[in-house]
């Protein structure tokens, strides 16, 4: 048996992922005999699959009923906690080659399912009624004046206004509650003059039912109202269904994690434990196809990795013995061990979901805009409807009210408020799916306004990782390509301990150089001046701090109390060491362009930008890398301080050019808040800490390329569809106005427009075709 | 035609019994996981 079954026979969990199955809730829900519980199946492909999965389960005995939905993957089981534990019926669907885990978010899934339920119910009760008052209506608009016996017409009156009746109950509560709600609280909201028209409607026509010759006149609109609703709660279905469709990529992020690991224990055999049971420096076993629980370290073995929902890098990737590997990423070959390094909170998984619902967050932000600026439009509408009543009350005050309907049905600003949430939030839903993570919706509007283009260069030109060329000591040179003679290991441990304090990724290179981290030496006082080095006081056995070591750039080494004096073969080399007696190594380091680099410079300058280059690395070093580009001499700029590179960008900016600033997140801080947007670019970046706009994930450079052509093709689509829907209000507020816009017309029309908002803003959510969307600038 | 006074009263009672069935199968989940039901003829047991 699954040992990770085992744990949830424990009747403590079940309330996680099961709720009681009785009728009547029982205080004691404990107690319950007979449980409904909803787990996540995996390996279902088709819809045969789902019938597979439901034999499978309703073979155990003591399982009642179970239903698989084949489009969520999901079954749930209602099952006797007297005859049957989960254990039974989960071994037995692994059997039938199923593997399921516990749905965690049953309970909360169930909230937002009746939801779903009660909308659609909403809909088919609108839908119904409308088809049979229009039955009723019919004969009068066909009929010659006098064919119908004036008995007959009230009786299709009386029958038009019972069947309006489920629809005012029902269908139209979404509408007046909302309303009313903002009323309460003092706001004009979209939902005031669609409730308002609901009720001026069915009060007019009600009167005209019981009493046709009193002060409304004796006309009905009840096919109107009916068809006005049914096709408001169209349009609201199809847009939750379409904004689902691009936000939908969180939801499948958070569900990650699985709920039991596999641990090693002390003696070497292995145990399943709760996720929350694991510490740090745990060792677990994970099998192919498993999900890692918490980020960590590759002890053994070999395999490949899939990490498309974080970094949005599709291609599986390679992991060998002391690689990082990634919570809520996928093992895909082989049975490896890792090592517990971070958990829950701390992990870069986490991060991502934290970053993710942060910009969500800022939605209700632009709605309350949207609002604001709705609100003396709303004012006007209802103005204006007042007016236009006035204005034909003379004639026939039923008539003269549902002209006044028409005004405030088609003015709404539905469409209007639309516009520019639903280009953006489409945009953003791509990006997070390409693993580009917009911190806040709204900085796709600065992007879009991007001229100039600001690459550092260490970590984002090239990769982080840097591969140690050349190790230079007062003992000899080494060199990388001759392995025959094995590197000093007494140098190389003294800079890895003070280098792994660090996370510039020239530490990062010299830390790899010493992989054992558990004999590091301890230090103290570790510094950190950024872009410049580190420094700090190994501690000797007795716990005091000993020597000073400093490790970095030549000036800040040279900063030291000890005059260091390096070496002139040295003087190139990028990092060096040095204690209080002096000089003690150099490395130099070679970098890696990123593959895409070249290409994704084309693209940016197809689309007309200016791009720089600037870097804290000594010119020699930056030269090399502009030469391999082709970069103009003019647009390059090397050993920047911190300081200088927020200058130069500030210089920029007095030329009037709206700059990105396209940077590893490390040392680049006050220069990536100083640009107009900002781009924090690699695989390392820590994402709490990161203030940039945009956390470019992955090692994919064409990705800063094509967030701006997007952002562009964003601000063009919110400008077609801001023209669009003022032309829309403008075109039907005059006609409705002078009374040739029937309610039920005005509610299609307010229906569709909105609808046609939200369909053109989802081009921008479909992925780009080929790699070379960045040059079809649009 | 005095038939319609009888129909038209009974179109309404016949909606509203329509009206409920739709109740039962929307909160009963009818609607969900539409295309499993349909394949459930093929099944062989």
Known sequence: MNAAYALLDDPQSWAAFSKPFNSVPSPDAASSATWESQVVVQGMHCAACALNVEAALCSVPGVKQATVNGATHRAQITWSAHEVRPSQWLDALSRAGYQAVPANDFVSRQAGQAQVRQQLWRWLVAGLCMMQVMMYAWPVYVAEPGDIAPNMLSLLKWASWVLTLPVMFFATDVFTKAAWRDLKHGRISMDLPVALGIWVTFIVSSAAVFDPDG????????????????????????????????AGSLEALINRLPQSVQRQTKQGGLETVALHQLRVGDVLQVHPGEVFAADGELLQGHTWVEEALLTGESAPLERHAGDTLMAGSHNLRETIHMKVLRLGEHTRYADIVRLMQSASLHKPRLAALADSVAKPFLAAVLLAAGLSAALAWSTSPGHALMVAVSVLIVTCPCALSLATPAAMLAAAGRLARQGVLLRNVQSLEGLAQVDAVVFDKTGTLTEDRMVLQTLITPQGVWHLNDAASPLPSAVLKLAASLARHSVHPFSRAVAQLWPQTEDCLPMQAVQEEVGQGVSGRVVNDQGQAVRE???????????????????????????????????????????????DAVQSLQALQDQGLKLFLLSGDTAAAVDRIANRLQWPQAQVQARCSPEGKL???????????????????????????????????????????????????GHHLMAVADTLALAQRTQTVVRHNLIWAATYNAVCVPLAFMGYLPPWLAGLGMALSSLVVVLYSLQLARPPRTNTLATQKG | MDILYLLIPLSVVLVLFVLIALWWAVHKGQFEAMEGEGERILRND
């Open chain 1, 215 to 246: 002060l409304l006149g004796g006309e009905v609109y009840f096919d109107s109202l009916t068809m006005f609703v049914f096709f408001l709660l169209t349009g609201r279905w199809l847009e939750t269904r379409l904004r689902e469709r691009t």
């Open chain 1, 647 to 697: 200058q130069f960008v500030k210089n920029l900016q007095a030329q009037g050019l709206h700059v990105a600033m396209v940077g590893d997140g490390f040392n680049d801080m006050p220069v990536l808040a100083g640009a107009h947007v900002s781009f924090a670019f690699g695989e390392a970046v820590p994402l709490a800490q990161a203030r940039s706009d945009v956390v470019v994930q």
């Open chain 1, 549 to 595: 070591l400093r490790l970095g750039a030549l000036a800040f080494c040279q900063s030291g109390q000890a005059p260091c004096l390096v070496p002139l073969k040295a003087l190139t080399a990028q990092v060096h060491l040095c204690d209080d007696n002096g000089w003690l190594a150099s490395f130099e380091f070679l970098e890696r362009l990123r593959d």
